[in-house]
């Protein structure tokens, strides 16, 4: 996404846009010599229709400029278009949930998004840099946009995607949005009606439009998505859809980078009537690079770029949402982070680190919160990358001393791609991908933290996922993409992500809830599955709940399992299944019978024939050493002695007979 933007990598953000002196984007002398007229409509007032729209023209000329800046980096197409099989359109039915993959990490489930008809993965493709919508009113229907590798053997991507509606627990891909189209940083989000929008970035689409973004919608839960809106863009856009409850709804804002985007140093557009028509991109303060965009419950909108020494530019406008007004930004200023965002580097060699994330509190006494979290590289001490946070309590205008999320204390863990959201009753959310498991920063982990006392403390970190190579699957690019995405509910978050499971990169969704919390409270399931103990509560919460034991910590309780000699421990953890004073490590026979006699190695006394019983084979063995026996027999002598002489006088009589009888098995 924003490989294009340095003449150099392994460099941190350091801001300001071109004019920076420690940073050069290439194609900074780009201007734009044309103006593009936009009009305002006048609107019967009181009449219930919608709020005026902005609109753009149906043909706008192009920008003027000196270097075309479709042709500066890596986000237009190196390689040539493979082909990869041929697309599914829609289907009639949901698939089995048990034929999805799946990858499960202590009861968090990974559910692979970019799979074939049959729930199945894909091989020798690739899918990274995902984002992620949820429809408001049916949160079962969801939809996801990818990068789409057809074939790692090629950078040529396209505008991937698919939908799930059975709350992600199984996924559909019915194809790219447009076959052999070069696309890519996609965005998705969805309106207060459960419309879903797709932006995406084909920069070559339209040789009069360089660098141009086009925007498709879904009425359909993603099943299908009508043809692209040009929507102006640039090089890493995001865009966001007001949700508020007031005359803003509906609203769609987006921003992107000033390296190489469609109109110069006008980085900022909206759309007032769902995509239809585009507001001629204005200028935004501070030049954010790589940055996102939020709307508060009021209807302001607040921007956020990469963190420099400096901090991380924030920008608000309290008008973008006026129909009437071109959008002004009133308060443009830095939250500070302690850090800075770093690009080509460490495990994303190719990628950014993670961008900046910018999310707002929920109406009531926190809708003037503003909170900014990202992965940046300390100012200070040998750690490459922590999860920094930063809130405002009153609009921005205040930052509080930032806040680590990480609670590892070991020098030298990545902490990449951290990604926050913000749920509804306030709780904070924030997962980031973490190697302090592995010293060798070959395999990553998601971890997971969240906040309800409005980002002043942090939960525990927990891992939510297998681990995973980053490095390998790289589809021609060095990168897992730039970035993941996440949307948060009272009840928990979801998560789109990148991984590397199947040897290769694939995209995934994660459902992540406070296991504990929720099951403790109510007795809902953490993992879906069986109740062995018969009392209504399924095995996994019995065990979060403290009802169950779980010694052996293999998730099934300690009551639905065998403890042979019923010393209240299951076997999966006694060392000594039977109770014989033999270590389960030494013993051969780790389930012999209570109460029988054995030898230094577990058997139990008179088995010859080592089956772990003594049984009517080791019988007639005896009788045989018994009748023949002695010191001077040369010919059982050998096993009899060893096997069956009990009181050490190296024959086998009836003092030896009478042990063997008590540990006589019978069978």
Not at 42 to 47: E, I
Request: proline fraction near 8%.
């Amino acid at each position: 996404m924003v490989d294009e933007m340095f003449v150099r990598t392994g460099v941190p953000f350091l801001g300001g846009g071109a004019s920076s002196p420690r940073v050069r984007p290439r194609g900074s002398s780009a201007t734009i010599r044309s103006a593009i007229a936009w009009f305002l409509v006048v609107f019967l007032a009181g009449s219930g229709s919608a709020a005026p729209e902005d609109m753009s023209p149906a043909d706008p000329a192009p920008p003027s400029v000196d270097v075309l800046p479709s042709k500066q980096g890596l986000e237009v197409p190196n390689d040539p278009y493979i082909p990869g099989p041929e697309p599914i359109f829609e289907h009639p039915f949901v698939r089995p949930v048990e034929s999805q993959v799946r990858w499960v990490y202590e009861g968090y489930k990974s559910v692979q998004v970019n799979v074939d008809l049959g729930g199945n993965n894909i091989s020798g493709d690739a899918a990274n840099e995902p984002s992620i919508a949820i429809d408001p009113n049916n949160p079962d229907r969801i939809v996801i946009g990818w990068r789409q590798f057809d074939s790692i053997l090629s950078d040529f991507r396209q505008a991937g995607r698919g939908y799930s509606h059975d709350g992600g627990l199984s996924w559909i891909f019915p194809g790219v949005l447009q076959r052999g189209e070069f696309g890519s940083d996609p965005v998705v989000d969805s309106d207060p009606q459960g419309n879903f929008y797709y932006y995406s970035l084909q920069p070559e689409r339209e040789k009069s439009r360089p660098w141009g973004c086009w925007l498709y919608k879904s009425s359909n839960g993603g099943v299908t998505f009508a043809p692209g809106i040009y929507g102006y863009g640039g090089d890493k856009a995001w865009m966001t859809i007001d949700k508020t409850s007031g005359p803003s709804a509906g609203n769609i804002y987006i921003v992107w980078s000033p390296n190489a985007g469609c109109c110069g140093g006008n980085l900022f557009t909206r759309s007032l009537n769902g995509g239809q028509t585009f507001m001629p991109p204005i200028p935004v303060p501070l030049n954010p690079f790589t940055g996102t965009i939020t709307v508060a419950s009021d209807g302001s909108v607040y921007l956020c770029g990469a963190a420099d020494y400096a901090g991380a530019p924030v920008m608000r406008s309290v008008d973008a949402r006026v129909p009437v007004i071109t959008p002004t930004f009133g308060l443009a200023t830095r939250a500070y982070l302690g850090g800075t965002t770093v690009f080509g580097t460490g495990p994303n060699p190719g990628g950014l680190l993670g961008q900046i994330w910018i999310a707002t509190g929920p109406p009531g006494p926190q809708s003037r919160n503003v909170y900014v979290c990202g992965s940046v590289r300390p100012l200070t001490g040998d750690d490459p990358l922590d999860v920094m946070f930063a809130a405002s309590y009153n609009g921005g205008t205040d930052w509080a001393t930032p806040v680590r999320v990480n609670d590892d204390f070991r020098q030298g863990p990545w902490q990449w791609f951290a990604t926050m959201s913000v749920a509804p009753n306030g709780r904070i959310d924030v997962i980031w991908n973490d190697t302090r498991d592995d010293v060798s920063v070959q395999r990553s982990q998601v971890y997971y933290s969240n906040s309800n006392s409005e980002g002043r403390t942090w939960s525990t970190n927990v891992a939510v996922s297998v681990p995973f190579e980053h490095h390998v699957g790289y589809p021609q690019q060095n990168k897992l993409g730039d970035y993941y995405h996440m949307i948060s509910d009272n009840e928990g978050t979801n998560l789109a992500y990148a991984a590397t499971f199947n040897g290769e990169q694939d995209v995934y969704f994660l459902r992540i809830e406070r296991q504990l919390e929720r099951c403790v409270a109510t007795g809902e399931p953490v993992v879906a599955g069986l109740d062995c103990n018969g009392n209504g509560v399924t095995d996994d919460c019995d065990i979060k709940r403290g009802t169950s034991d779980d010694k052996d910590s293999n998730f099934i309780p300690d009551e639905c399992e065998s403890d042979f000699d019923g010393d209240g421990l299951v076997d999966g953890g006694d060392p000594d299944i039977d109770n014989d004073g033999v270590m389960n490590l030494r013993d051969i026979c780790d389930h012999t019978p209570l109460g029988y006699n054995v030898l230094k190695n577990g058997r139990t006394f008179g088995d010859l024939d080592e089956s772990c019983s003594t049984d009517l084979v080791d019988y007639g063995l005896l009788q045989a050493c018994f009748i023949e026996g002695g010191p001077s027999h040369d010919g059982l002598f050998r096993y009899c002695v060893p096997n069956f002489d009990a009181d050490g006088d190296k024959d086998v009589d009836l003092f030896d007979v009478a042990e063997f009888q008590l540990s006589y098995t019978g069978f």
